[in-house]
């Protein structure tokens, strides 16, 4: 058995660095339901750095909803079309195609990338014969959107990579909508926009009335749940309002971009954050999430491999480029059975270091495994927070995501961390939500249309 301490003191001490204090989580939480009902409240919500758009959906899925529904869902890994058939509450029939959105579309104009989204609409719908269907659309974008309705929303930032031009301060569906009209070949409603959260709560909660909460943890982080209208300050007549639900989109990556997470970032974090292309902003994202956990244990590695700690005598441009290191590597590394390191080494010859030396291997996995804790913990932080604000004592939480879906122990260290918090106070359940974006958008447009 590896004893970090022991058998890689360096590394320990690094590593030290991105633990996180029980007390340090309470902290967290402290500050998060502060962060959150500034957003929630209309006179803080102008410099509220969480958000907490409202969506403008109040009603959960019945169960009963049926149709044919089409969906888009960019924003993650894949920009994806999708055909949803609501046939029953058990028979839901998806055709779906995914595109990759090129680099030069994530970062060049506006005009391009719904142009090609409209592309691929119409491509879809072509080969599915559904062009002049006129069918109902829900548009799953997953980026800081301030809703002014169910169809309508204005675009805050880009995050996770993406920075087109000429879409901040304007209302997407618009420029979908004008993208589509301009082809000219083809006839759909966009009914919805969402985002990915709010898709998977719905898709959680159509299965499961107790869902409240929607989480992704994935190339970004964040979550939505459901508030009481009356605390919704955003909405226009939120106190009169006869729907006593609403679900809000926290926007929750953002938490921290004040500084008020600085008491438990790292140099590694600042170091990540500073060679990201939207410095100072999504923090606690960038502690969480797929786009950056990778890089993280990048850095680390780097360091001790420079002070010849680690890898000794080896090395490789692969290593050295920043980025290069994919945070699904994190999980296959700690998918190997204990005491072995075959994925171990077999993605580090992927990056042109090539050994078996099982200390460093067991050293690279310890990295990997600091990296992730850290990662599940602070994402517990945020659900606990969001289980307090709701005063829930049974609750179910639907979570969708790579990082959630494909690391082994995500979903066990939430679960420990979780459980630690609680105390028991809560009943809770994490239910892993696949396709949500999909599902989501079809449902939320079956509740609207
Ligand atoms: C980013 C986006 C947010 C989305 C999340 C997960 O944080 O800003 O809207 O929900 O990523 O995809």
Redesign the pocket.
């Known amino acids: 058995m590896m004893q970090p301490e022991q058998h890689f003191p360096e590394a320990f001490q690094i590593c030290q660095k991105f633990n996180i204090s029980d007390e340090n989580m309470n902290e967290i939480v402290h500050r998060l339901t502060k962060e959150i009902n500034m957003g929630l409240a209309r006179d803080t919500h102008p410099r509220a750095v969480v958000k907490c758009f409202i969506t403008y959906v109040q009603d959960l899925p019945t169960g009963k909803e049926r149709g044919k529904y089409l969906a888009l869902d960019l924003?993650?890994t894949n920009f994806r079309v999708l055909l949803v058939s609501l046939n029953s509450e058990t028979d839901i029939d998806i055709v779906s195609k995914a595109f990759v959105i090129s680099k030069e579309l994530m970062v060049g104009p506006g005009k391009n990338l719904f142009a090609f989204i409209a592309e691929c609409l119409a491509m879809f719908c072509k080969e599915q014969k559904i062009e002049k269907d006129n069918l109902p659309l829900g548009f799953t974008f997953?980026?800081?959107?301030k809703q002014i309705g169910i169809n309508k929303g204005i675009m805050i930032t880009w995050?996770?990579g993406f920075n087109c031009d000429g879409v901040v301060g304007k209302n997407v569906v618009e420029l979908l909508q004008d993208a589509i009209n301009h082809r000219g070949d083809l006839k759909v409603r966009i009914v919805a926009i969402l985002?990915?959260?709010t898709g998977t709560l719905m898709t959680c909660a159509f299965t499961n009335r107790n869902c409240r909460i929607g989480l992704?943890v994935?190339?970004?982080?964040?979550a939505c749940y459901v508030e009481k209208t009356i605390n919704t300050e955003m909405l226009d007549g939120y106190q009169t309002s006869n729907k006593p639900n609403m679900i809000v989109?926290c926007?929750?990556?953002?938490f921290g971009d004040n500084g008020v997470l600085d008491f438990v970032r790292t140099s590694y974090d600042k170091v990540v954050d500073k060679q990201s292309i939207n410095p100072k902003r999504?923090t606690f994202?960038k502690c969480i999430?797929g786009m950056y956990l990778g890089e993280l244990v990048r850095q680390v590695v780097v360091e001790l491999m420079q002070k010849g700690l680690l890898f000794k005598g080896l090395s490789s441009d692969a290593i050295n480029e920043k980025w290069r290191f994919e945070t699904r590597f994190i999980s296959e590394i700690e998918s190997d059975p204990p005491g072995t390191y075959r994925n171990a080494s077999m993605i580090m010859d992927q990056m042109g270091i090539r050994t078996n030396n099982e200390l460093d291997l067991a050293c690279l996995r310890y990295i990997c495994q600091t990296i992730s804790t850290r990662s599940a913990k602070l994402t517990s932080c945020a659900l606990v927070c969001l289980i307090n604000k709701m005063n829930a004592k049974d609750c179910s939480v639907g979570i969708d995501?790579g990082v959630y879906r494909f690391h082994p122990h995500f979903h066990n260290l939430l679960m420990e961390n979780m459980n630690r918090m609680l105390k028991g106070s809560v009943k809770f359940e994490l239910v892993v939500s696949e396709d949500g974006s999909g599902r989501g958008a079809a449902l939320i447009a079956a509740v609207c249309a």
């Open positions: 924003g993650g997953s980026f800081p959107l995050t996770k985002n990915d959260t992704i994935g190339t970004g982080t964040n989109n926007e929750m990556g953002a999504q994202e999430s995501g």
